[in-house]
Every structure is written in structure tokens, then in C-alpha cells.
């Protein structure tokens, strides 16, 4: 069974994401990780020592994004109504990019599907900051589905490297997989 990890904001761009990765494995059997993470907009010293304006506000942020997680998790399982496929929801107070990381060492993760957002810089504009900051530093393979894209079966997988992740046969299976596959 692969283990799939599907980060949200809840934006078209993500949500895009998710169904491109539910229509890939159609056929086969996987856990779907949805993940959220969140951070106060005041996350600072103010923050971190307990102001008491501020005190509850990490559980008020995890409450709305369990219920986020939960009704996306409930839509895609009417939506999709596959019995291959199971859902689990995490929600975490931190960086997306750390708790990608937590999650695909805790979760044993063979694969991140993720969408992207468009932002400024040079590698950004086609990615977007989180993107790029999880294909750089993700230890299994991640595959990136531009907004608004349909599904369509892969013809070509495009494998960057900078070779500063060492990535063992294993870990590439997923992608061997779906190249075989498709």
C-alpha cells in the first residue's frame, strides 16, 4: 500500500493537487496523509511568552484546521468514492517544510504530491517558496502539479537533482512505478 502525502491550504491550487494524485492511483491502494500546517500571524517573543491577548490562539488555529481537514477529507471520500483509498488528516503548528519532514520519517511517505503557487524570484515563479523548499529538502520523490491542470495520464517524469539527496532504489519506486504504469 503507498503512503501518499497531500499538504493543503485548502486553495484550487492544492485541492487541484489532490485530485490529480486520487486520479493516479485510481487502481491502486493508499493511505492519503492530508496535512495543513499553521503558524499565528504574531508569531513572535509576544507570542511565545504567553501574552494574555494571545493565549489560545494555537488552539483556536488547530481546531479550525482539524475542521478544514475533516470536511475535505468527507468531500473527497463522496467525491472520489474509491474503497482503494483511506484518508488520515494531520494538523501541526509548524512550517510546512518541517512538518513535511517529520511526516515522511513518521509515516514512512513513499511520495508528496503537492500544488504550487507563483511567487517572485527566480526558481519561485514557477514553484512557489514552499514548493521549492520541499523538493529540495523532501527524502522521497515529490511530484508538483501546476493550478489548473487536468489530469492526464504522465508521458515523461522530469527527475531534477542536485545530487545533495542521496536517493536509494527504494525510495525511487513510486516514480519507476508510475512510469511503468502509465
Known amino acids: ?4 502525502l497531500l499538504p493543503t491550504d485548502f486553495s484550487d491550487n492544492s485541492k487541484g493537487a489532490i485530485s490529480y494524485a486520487l486520479q493516479l492511483f ?8 492530508l496535512l495543513h500546517t499553521y503558524m499565528p ?14 493565549i ?3 488552539d483556536v488555529m ?17 467525491e472520489y468514492d474509491n474503497l482503494k483509498h483511506s484518508f488520515l488528516v494531520h494538523t501541526a503548528f509548524n512550517t510546512l517544510l518541517g512538518e513535511v519532514e517529520e511526516c515522511i520519517e513518521a509515516e514512512k511517505i513513499d511520495l508528496v ?10 526558481q519561485e515563479i514557477l514553484f512557489g517558496t514552499n514548493t521549492v523548499h520541499v523538493i529540495k529538502r523532501a527524502q522521497c520523490p515529490v511530484i508538483v502539479v501546476p493550478p489548473k491542470f487536468e489530469y492526464e495520464n ?3 517524469i522530469l527527475f531534477p537533482t542536485d ?8 525510495k525511487l519506486a513510486p516514480l519507476l512505478h508510475i512510469a511503468e504504469e502509465h
Request: hydrophobic share 25%.
Open 62 to 78: 488547530q481546531e479550525t484546521s482539524l475542521t478544514q481537514l475533516e470536511k475535505l477529507k468527507s468531500e473527497l471520500e463522496q
Open 26 to 33: 485510481k487502481e491502486e491502494e493508499c493511505t492519503f496523509y
Open 56 to 58: 489560545g490562539l494555537g
Open 163 to 170: 545530487y545533495e539527496i542521496s536517493y536509494e532504489e527504494d
Open 1 to 4: 500500500m503507498k503512503r501518499i
Open 41 to 54: 500571524p504574531v508569531y513572535n517573543t509576544e507570542y511565545l511568552v504567553g501574552s494574555p491577548g494571545l
Open 113 to 122: 504530491v503537492m500544488g504550487t503557487k507563483g511567487a517572485t524570484g527566480a
Open 154 to 156: 504522465p508521458l515523461e
